[in-house]
């Protein structure tokens, strides 16, 4: 049986994906969460084969959920589930470390297909997602380092030096040289300037897009 975390903050989109689980015998979902930070728990608790993770939740997001399993060494594979199919959301999710990514309204055609797939090593994207635009936005973001992305993303959201060192548990100095790294790799000489290439190139999320 394969071992499945099921995180949603919504309980009845978890019973749901509980429910059509139920219906092939070979996955048994063993915890579920309704934020991040519950689902960080959970994988780390029950060691599961796969986390079945929703983009929008509270307290941690799931791109800092699959970066914080990514940055522990969790072999758990992570197969997003999503309303959003903007090829920006799902490029930053892969190079993040998912493993899949699936759209919430293919669940019912698509889910199990997805599942095989990630638990046999292999990468799965919604059939109806532009991939030739999301392989262009991983070609970009191979550019920058994991952290990088972090640092980039958190700099778009309108946090200072000082608050991406203490979010990152990093010092100033070394927040301060991962900025200068920015701009030089995207050669840019100010932080607008950083952010407005960022987004002209899909590096980051703005925020304010909502995934569902």
């Known amino acids: 049986m394969n071992r499945i975390v099921l995180a949603d903050d919504h309980a009845l989109v978890?019973?749901?994906?509980?429910?059509?689980l139920a219906t092939d015998g070979r996955f048994v979902v063993v915890a579920e969460a309704g934020n991040g930070e519950e689902a960080l728990a959970a994988v780390h608790a029950?060691?599961?084969?796969a986390l079945l993770l929703d983009l929008s939740m509270p307290k941690v997001d799931g791109l800092e959920t699959i970066r914080r399993l990514r940055?522990?060494?969790?072999?758990?594979?992570?197969?997003?589930?999503?309303?959003?199919?903007?090829?920006?959301?799902?490029?930053?999710?892969?190079a993040d470390g998912a493993d899949g990514y699936l759209l919430k309204h293919a669940m019912d055609d698509e889910l199990f297909q997805a599942l095989e797939a990630v638990l046999r090593g292999e990468r799965y994207v919604s059939r109806s997602i532009d991939m030739e635009h999301v392989e262009a936005l991983e070609t970009a973001h191979s550019q920058l380092t994991a952290r990088e992305r972090e640092v980039l993303q958190l700099i778009a959201d309108?946090?200072?030096?000082?608050?991406?060192?203490?979010?990152?548990a990093i010092s100033p100095h070394t927040a301060t040289r991962h900025r200068a790294?920015?701009?030089?790799?995207?050669?840019?000489?100010n932080q607008v300037e950083l952010v407005r290439a960022a987004v002209a190139r899909g590096l980051i999320v703005m925020s304010g897009k909502a995934e569902r």
């Open 181 to 189: 790294n920015l701009m030089q790799k995207l050669d840019v000489h």
């Open 14 to 20: 978890r019973r749901g994906l509980a429910a059509l």
């Open 71 to 94: 940055a522990r060494g969790s072999r758990t594979r992570v197969l997003v589930l999503s309303m959003y199919d903007d090829a920006q959301f799902v490029a930053q999710a892969l």
């Open 158 to 168: 309108g946090h200072t030096t000082q608050g991406v060192a203490e979010l990152l």
């Open 46 to 49: 029950r060691a599961p084969d």
